[in-house]
């Protein structure tokens, strides 16, 4: 069980050791969830569960869909809330990557700063709780990276914008702060929007094909999965309003820095190509 007087360190190992719990519980129940949306008629849909496990630890489980279409290609977010230095937390398990992602209340502060308080209405306030469950709600791609061993510093992006933060070890990431879309630098959208471009091929394999592309598919994907025209219509086709903004913004961005956007992709790749060379 998660106690205020353990370390950051200590929660972690509490949050890996469990999540084993919850992803065999989750394993048995997938099949019956997979029935559920399956018979599902009525959009959008919100769903969500708890997860109690051995260790007396709360686990949230969150879906939101807009339509058919858009549920088969959503999977369940799954974190938990707990309490440190007298503040609310969040945790997040990259499932396939075992790593861990702790969320700080400076992190919820300036999420609800920059980008929820666009959303409120009538000025209403957000609890620590409403943010986090929010955040997992609308952000389901959430890709960090870590290209060397001994990175120390964290940078990744989610559909809502962009997050920073430290390494605390090799699989524990602590996200400091948040950035919106409308913040961000030519170099920082030209990663999120490089982000963007293979979530949105991974999901439209994954809508053609009905698994999830593997990295040999990624690398034979058809030229049309390019195309802007072919973006758009598989958004409007999906009816996400959250991804047919995304959509839309990226591209503005695009229309805008066609040029800046070049130039900042070679210098990422450079940088990038260094990094694997000292890997």
């Not at 999906?238 to 805008?256: L, T, V």
């Amino acid at each position: 069980m998660i106690v205020h007087t353990m370390t950051l360190e200590e929660i972690a190992s509490e949050i890996l050791a469990d999540s084993k719990e919850v992803f065999a519980r989750w394993n048995k129940f997938e099949s019956k969830f997979r029935r559920m949306r399956l018979k599902r008629e009525k959009y959008p849909w919100l769903w969500e569960t708890l997860i109690t496990t051995k260790r007396r630890n709360i686990w949230n489980v969150i879906f939101h869909a807009f339509t058919k279409k858009d549920a088969s290609l959503i999977h369940p977010n799954f974190y938990l809330s707990f309490r440190y230095e007298n503040a609310t937390w969040a945790a997040y398990f990259i499932q396939g990557e075992r790593k861990i992602l702790l969320f700080s209340p400076h992190f919820l502060e300036r999420y609800t700063e920059r980008y929820l308080n666009e959303l409120m209405v009538g000025g209403i306030p957000y609890s620590s709780k409403d943010i986090i469950n929010v955040f997992f709600c609308k952000n389901y791609h959430i890709s960090i990276q870590k290209l060397l061993s001994n990175e120390v510093s964290l940078r990744g992006f989610c559909e809502d914008g962009m997050l920073l933060g430290d390494w605390l070890s090799d699989t524990v990431g602590l996200i400091k702060t948040f950035l919106s879309r409308k913040e961000l630098k030519l170099n920082q959208y030209t990663e999120y929007f490089d982000g963007v471009l293979s979530w949105m091929i991974s999901d439209m394999f994954l809508a053609k094909n009905g698994y999830m592309m593997s990295d040999e598919d990624f690398d034979t994907f058809p030229d049309t999965y390019l195309s802007p025209e072919t973006w758009n219509s598989y958004l409007k086709n999906r009816g996400n309003p959250i991804w047919i903004k995304i959509g839309m913004d990226c591209n503005a961005f695009m229309e805008e820095h066609r040029e800046g956007y070049k130039q900042c992709s070679k210098m990422l790749d450079i940088i990038r190509e260094n990094r694997n060379c000292h890997s």
